[in-house]
């Protein structure tokens, strides 16, 4: 753990074992900090915030650090890519492309810093002058999850960074080692001591410690839906501002006027990528009525062909899920699907490769007949599983799309502007794809509708999410009232 600028071991000593999900190898041995780690953090970012520069100091300044966090990145890509495929399993271009966009997302937070010189206002009081300035919340924890891990912290940390804020990062316990390393290049880059803290540990004890601690200002967190709600719970604590992104259920339509190889492909992409574990998965596909029964047909084709493997192969195309204990959870839905009377058209098991026994591995699955009322449609599987449901208009993939309590992105695959933009404009979900699915980066803001979360990350929202609003009113000539004679 990275706390006051120091490397450090957890204070009780413990560790923890790093698991390799394609093999079940040990990898690493991390830290495994609790409450009192955590502490020690806060504290850190605490004096760092209130004692420090780096909150008072040159906006650019701040920013050519950040910058240089981003270089670095650069400069250790492959390295970085290699340590996310041995930490998730997901495959080493996918990694390089995760690296890709962090050193961007860090490029990008850094030339935001110095950006808003905040903005004089009409005053309607004579001789007074208002203005309204940003400044940094303070300091800020920041919780990330398994899928993306360092994607999901870099999100975090280069806008709180930027800001001006200091921060105490606590990664997944079981993904940690590509956030270890950036922050050996946040000490290289020369970032000041206790402005930026890392602690390792699980959940229940060093996550909590961040999300209840009055001398947190801001708790940003990634990750289920139901940890979310317990966060919000504790943060309200000292009312501490939240950023919060959650789940999703994300709806792919598809109408019969659709480019059709592009929207079987990128359906695949949607639903299948990195194993499902993806926030913004397309799992739920409503397909319109005339072209169901060819669709779903070709998207089995293709979905059986689909190569699962070692992410340090380059032939393979998606590797294993996460942990044993994520494997199991996605067998249950499995099972909830097929006693909800969905029909299991293809998957629905583990692999029988011999290659594959010893990693966490499950096989694309599609259901078919699916229904808007079924769980296995409803809920977040966070998995290789798509639901497939059929709607016969517009207003109904729409009325379908919506009917889920989250909100975070979808996508609308048609060859008619009008129609696609008459869909776009009427699903709540924070991102909508037109004729494509996925893509995200620095420059467009990210975040959910409805439970799929508070607040936004990316683009200049994302920034904004670290700063306080100040207004500075000035009497330029001051006068006695006499309201109280
Ligand atoms: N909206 C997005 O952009 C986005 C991106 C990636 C992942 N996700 C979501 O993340 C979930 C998968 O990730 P996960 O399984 O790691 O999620 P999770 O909620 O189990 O864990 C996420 C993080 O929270 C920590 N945590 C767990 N309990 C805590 C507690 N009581 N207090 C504080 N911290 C606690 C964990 O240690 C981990 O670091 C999925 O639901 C996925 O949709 C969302
Ligand atoms: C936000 N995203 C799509 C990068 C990862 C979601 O799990």
Redesign the pocket.
Known sequence: MYINGEWVNAKSGKTREIVNPYNQEVIAMAAEGNEQDARAAIQAARIAFDEGNWRTMPASARGELVYQIGQLIRRDLQELAELETWDTGKTVQESRDDMADIANVFLYFAGLADKDGGEVIQSPIPDSESKVVREPVGVCGQ??????PL??AA?KIAPALAAGNTIVM??????PLTTVKVFKLIEEAGIPKGVANLVL????S???????NRDVDL?S????????K??MQ?ASHNVKKIA?????KNPNIVFADADFETAVDQALNAVFFHAG?????GARLLVEEGIHNEFVETLIERTKRIKLGNGFDENSQSGPL?SAE?RTKVEQYVEIGKKEGATLAVGGQRPDDPELQNGFFYLPTIFTNCTNDMRIVQE?V?GPVLTVETFQTKEEAVKLANDTIYG?AGAVWTQDLDKAEFVAARLRL?TVWINDFHPYFAQAP???YKQ??IGR?LGHEGMEEYTEVKHIYRNKQPEPLHWFK
Do not use: D
Request: with cysteine; glycine share 20%.
């Open positions: 919780i990330t999850p398994w899928n993306y994607l999901q999100w606590k990664p997944s316990e079981i993904t540990g699980a959940g229940a060093a996550g909590a410690e961040l999300s209840v708790i967190f990634t990750g289920g839906i139901e940890t979310g317990t966060i504790a919060l992104e959650l789940g999703g574990q993806v926030c913004s998965a996460i994520h977040e966070f975070l924070g990210w975040g959910g799929s979360g990350e």
